[in-house]
């Protein structure tokens, strides 16, 4: 059978996150219920990773396998015929071998999560941000964030029901930044490792979001870090601000024509 490359995006706002689910609309189910229109006996998809009920993405990456030859961008526009209405698109497809695997072939994750600060409701962006109604501090959020880039024990940012080996992780980056918008700011929060533990980016950001509101210092982010103790995390921010930007492999199957 024939394997194909997804390149995915989607608003995750009407899903119970990415994994399928009986009876609950998922972001998998979606584009699974495409493919069986193309191919009744489809055996399912497998992803990059596993977004929570009401994470966005934009670069999400999934394999999949045909009974079949398909011309990749056919395929990608059929299943966009089959995907409306719903807000997934598929931006790329690719033909790779057999053995290519979205997961286990990835080398690296990147996330990307949006918070507006402003006293009025976001109107465009609603649903797609977090919103406060305090102002930020970048620069104290920007140096509280270098304290998490390396390699650690991250179980002060994980869920509790994560699922993962371990708790130590390497984040290669943590960048905050911030721009002006009317009557606010907008800070965007991106992050870069092979692997996240589940719910660890939300986790950081609502830390880091206690920092820049002035709650926390800098070097607190440090101390709690190193107690490797849920209970000292700061408050978990919603999903509908993350993200999911891009997935890295040792060759790039969506190469630029």
Not at 61 to 73: E, L, T
Not at 116 to 130: D, F, K, Q, S, Y
Not at 141 to 154: K, S, Y
Request: charge should be neutral.
């Amino acid at each position: 059978m024939p394997r194909y490359a997804l390149k995915i995006e989607y608003d995750g706002g009407p899903f119970r996150g990415w994994q399928r689910q009986a009876a609950l609309p998922t972001v998998q189910g979606a584009v699974e219920d495409a493919l069986r229109k193309l191919d009744t006996n489809h055996p399912g998809i497998g992803a990059a990773g596993r977004t929570d009920t009401g994470v966005h993405a934009t670069g999400q990456v999934a394999h999949c396998d045909m009974a079949r030859d398909w011309d990749p961008f056919r395929l990608g526009e059929a299943l966009n015929h089959h995907l409306k209405p719903v807000p997934v698109a598929i931006l790329a497809v690719s033909a790779v071998p057999d053995d290519w695997h979205a997961r286990f072939g990835a080398t690296e994750r990147r996330y990307l999560f949006r918070l507006i600060c402003r006293r009025a409701p976001t109107t465009h962006e609603a649903g797609l941000v977090w919103q406060v109604n305090h102002m930020l501090d970048p620069d104290r959020m920007a140096q509280a964030a270098q304290h998490l880039v390396g390699q650690h024990d991250f179980t002060t940012f994980r869920a509790s029901e994560c699922q993962a080996a371990s708790p130590v992780k390497t984040l290669d980056e943590a960048q905050v930044t911030a721009h002006a918008i009317p009557h606010g700011q907008e800070v965007r929060f991106t992050f870069r490792a092979r692997s996240f533990l589940h719910n660890q980016v939300r986790s950081m950001v609502g830390t880091l979001e206690r920092v820049g509101a002035g709650a926390w210092q800098p070097d607190d982010v440090a101390r709690v870090l190193a107690a490797r103790d849920r209970a000292q995390c700061g408050p978990v921010c919603p999903p509908q601000g993350l993200y999911l930007t891009g997935v890295t492999y040792p060759e790039d199957p969506f190469p630029m024509p």
